[in-house]
T-cell receptor
């Protein structure tokens, strides 16, 4: 099975909260990330969380980590049209060499309805 | 501070041709990475480097070579391009705090 799984689409109304979910399989995952990709652009690092944390908040973004269930979520408060993008969940693990790349999910398309 | 830059932005190759993609970062990061992104997929790691003069294979290294002669540059080479290498290529560099920053990407088409 895949290492990181996400739903492909999420549709929300402008002004509502968006919650994008992700599950991962590797219990040794150390850092978990959320990236945003707009059409034709690169990946923008939104936030990341270390595995010994349960929650991290940064302005409109809240990340929740349930390490027992290997579940990560990203909540975007007061969703705006500019939030329309693909959101990627990714994980990495500290291997001593410290060089491991990221393992990505396939991305969730966030669609904003007016 | 330009961050991570990639050259070129677009390229079309014929099967069997070779090319080099250049990634440059001005953040003095030790770690650099090359990924490819295919439609409907997340990014997959091709090769990475932990410092000047060192490189290592990632998840999908076949058909690619890399070099890190200078700390700020990480080159990705295709010796004999194949249609299966049509993709968008992203370079990234990483801080000591595990923050990984991406370049804008190179869109490569192999016909």
């Amino acid at each position: 099975g895949e290492d990181v799984e996400q739903s492909l689409f999420l549709s929300v109304r402008e002004g509502d909260s968006s919650v994008i979910n992700c599950t991962y399989t590797d219990s040794s995952s150390t850092y978990l990330y959320w990236y945003k990709q707009e059409p034709g652009a690169g990946l923008q690092l939104l936030t990341y969380i270390f595995s010994n944390m349960d929650m991290k908040q940064d302005q409109r973004l809240t990340v929740l980590l349930n390490k027992k269930d290997k579940h990560l979520s990203l909540r975007i408060a007061d969703t705006q049209t500019g939030d329309s993008a693909i959101y990627f969940c990714a994980e990495t693990r500290y291997s001593g060499g410290g060089a491991d790349g990221l393992t990505f999910g396939k991305g969730t398309h966030l669609i904003i309805q007016p | 501070n330009a961050g991570v830059t990639q050259t070129p932005k677009f390229r079309v190759l014929k099967t069997g041709q070779s090319m080099t993609l250049l990634c440059a970062q001005d953040m003095n990061h030790e770690y650099m990475y090359w990924y490819r992104q295919d439609p409907g997929m997340g990014l997959r790691l091709i090769h990475y480097s932990v410092g000047e003069g060192t490189t290592a294979k990632g998840e999908v290294p076949d058909g690619y070579n890399v070099s890190r002669l200078k700390k700020q540059n990480f080159l990705l080479g295709l010796e004999s391009a194949a249609p299966s290498q049509t993709s968008v290529y992203f370079c990234a560099s990483r801080t000591r705090n595990y923050e990984q920053y991406f370049g804008p990407g190179t869109r490569l088409t192999v016909t």
